[in-house]
């Protein structure tokens, strides 16, 4: 079994003598074998060093390792070793780079954690097996590989430089700030001399040009202003001029008031063109951002990051608030409402949309932008067909959110139905209160013919006297012997309430046969449930009973 060792200067090849050594039941104790160089020499024994010709040939075999190809020094050293040995193993470091030899010579490798155990102690003892190479020179070789290694990953791109981006921005935005305070300050101290001009003239770029042009307020009404101001201002300006109400200032004043005009000047004239290089170097680097958000709201948002890349890995929701940070945390302390948008909000989207629509519309352009970044950074192609697809929906969206009219874009019914499966619904279910109710409502029981012609008159009598109240169903309840019929108490003691005032006013003449036998019944009952009525009520009902015996006489 042989063992291939990598090194700054060149491939080694051992071969392994004793291979139990890296068994895994005596690899853990395999560094007791290499603590001294004897001791090394017995385990492992070089066999072949292909040594790098310069540092060139040992950076490419370097890159050749790393993306797991076969380099060619390498290629050609296996190649006798292959025609030797053929039965024999091969151990390596690395397994994508085993899979390389298998595939390209037809060599068995090894590479597991016996074999990584195995290189670090060959590693200790490197300079004891490696014959002829000395400390210094491995060291410097070591140094000159890492030097070269690290430039040939540095790979430069004009189209994808991040920092460009980022440090003309940083200008730019300073830029704006510089012109402010110095158009803020020209204002001022032209203000003291002819103080009307300033209401007059709202655009700072026509008011610097309009004093480095005139001087003076005197020489207002002889300047000529037509390539700078339209008619209806300047004949405003020169009305102004002759009515003034401003102080008197000298000539050396005025001067240096130009030399402020002229610096204003020169830096928007600066501004413009960085402004035009920055809008070349966004398209060119981040074309689909550009297209979504714009030019200056992307370059501030990759500024923001650090890089197209950094932003690219943000998440939509981070890329939403990019620039709110302060407003977040603060939110979070507080326990208020999060910010909607940050940098973004400054988007031409957004600004488009009304107050209410600004949250939708900021985290839609915040989704399809994050997507167009990923694309951009991570992409071969830049074109402009992602951003110009995502711009199209999202302007179709916010014409359906302005309208009120917000159609289904995704999702189907079937979808929904599985949605609203985990949102518990609140429903109030009411008692209802004729359960209430404990008498049994159903058909009468048949009766026999003589207990239904006793009842017969009573029947008659409660059906002309009720004629305003609603009927009321009878029960008889049957005694155990089944001889006689009981009226139920209390329905008996209700109907003999309300129908008595009644029963004065529409009673007919009758037998008197039927009124007697509706007294005794009515005497019979109340006979029975002397136990339960109170003897207040039994004195009522008496008492009307005698009034009715009179009424009828």
């Not at 005025?254 to 413009?272: A, G, P």
């Not at 920055?278 to 200056?296: D, S, Y």
Request: aromatic share 4%; charged share 35%; hydrophobic share 35%.
């Amino acid at each position: 079994m042989f063992v291939l060792y990598e090194t700054p200067a060149g491939y080694a090849i051992f071969k392994l003598l004793d291979e139990k050594k890296i068994k895994p039941s005596s690899v853990d104790n395999l560094f007791l074998e290499f603590e001294t160089p004897e001791a090394a020499n017995k385990i492992v024994k070089l066999k072949h060093f292909e040594k790098f010709s310069d540092t060139t040939e040992a950076l490419a075999a370097a890159c050749a390792a790393v993306e797991g190809k076969v380099s060619k020094p390498l290629k050609k050293t296996l190649k006798k070793l292959v025609q030797e040995d053929v039965q024999s193993q091969l151990c390596v470091a690395d397994a994508k780079l085993g899979n390389a030899i298998k595939d390209k010579l037809a060599l068995q490798c090894v590479s597991n954690t016996a074999v990584m155990e195995l290189m670090r102690c060959i590693r200790t003892q490197s300079e004891s097996l490696l014959a002829g190479l000395p400390k210094k020179e491995m060291t410097a070789m070591a140094l000159g590989l890492a030097h070269s290694l690290s430039r040939y990953k540095l790979k430069f791109s004009p189209d994808k430089i991040d920092t460009m981006i980022v440090q003309a921005q940083c200008l730019l935005d300073d830029l704006d700030k510089e012109l402010n305070n110095y158009i803020m300050r020209a204002r001022e101290w032209y203000g003291w001399h002819f103080p009307e001009l300033g209401k007059i003239i709202t655009d700072n770029i026509a008011f610097v040009k309009t004093i480095k042009t005139v001087g003076t307020r005197d020489n207002m009404v002889s300047a000529d202003l037509s390539e700078i101001l339209p008619e209806d201002l300047e004949e405003r300006v020169k009305e102004a001029a002759e009515i003034s109400m401003g102080t008197e200032i000298s000539d050396e004043d005025i001067t240096n008031i130009k030399h402020l005009c002229d610096e204003i000047l020169s830096i928007n004239e600066y501004r413009i063109h960085l402004s035009d290089y920055l809008k070349t170097r966004m398209v060119a680097m981040a074309p689909n951002l550009t297209i979504l958000v714009g030019e200056t709201v992307g370059a501030r948002l990759i500024a923001h990051a650090g890089s197209l890349v950094n932003l690219a890995k943000h998440p939509a929701s981070t890329l939403q608030i990019l620039g709110a940070e302060k407003a977040l945390f603060r939110a979070l302390k507080t326990k208020k409402d999060t910010p909607k948008y940050g940098l973004i909000y400054h988007a031409g989207l957004v600004g488009q949309a009304s107050t209410k629509n600004k949250g939708k519309i900021s985290r839609s352009l915040a989704a399809k932008a994050s997507l167009a970044t990923r694309v951009d950074a991570f992409g071969e192609d830049a074109t402009f067909e992602l951003g110009t697809e995502h711009r199209a929906r999202l302007e179709t969206r916010l014409r359906m959110l302005e309208e009120g009219n917000l159609k289904k874009i995704s999702g189907t019914g079937k979808a929904k139905a599985k949605f609203e499966k985990y949102h518990g619904k609140s429903e109030v279910k009411q008692y209802p209160v004729a359960a209430d109710n404990t008498l049994p409502v159903g058909k009468k029981r048949k009766r026999d013919d003589d207990e239904e012609a006793e009842e017969k008159p009573e029947v008659k009598q409660e059906s002309e006297e009720s004629d305003e109240q609603p009927k009321k169903k009878k029960k008889n309840k049957k005694n155990k012997g089944g001889d006689e019929s009981v009226l139920d108490e209390s329905v008996t003691v209700k109907q003999e309430e309300e129908t008595e005032p009644t029963s004065s006013k529409k009673k007919k003449k009758k037998n008197r046969d039927s009124e007697a036998a509706e007294t005794s019944t009515v005497q019979d009952t109340t006979m029975e449930v002397d136990d339960t009525v109170p003897k207040s009520e039994k004195k009522k009902k008496k008492k009307k009973n005698k009034e009715k015996e009179e009424s009828d006489d």
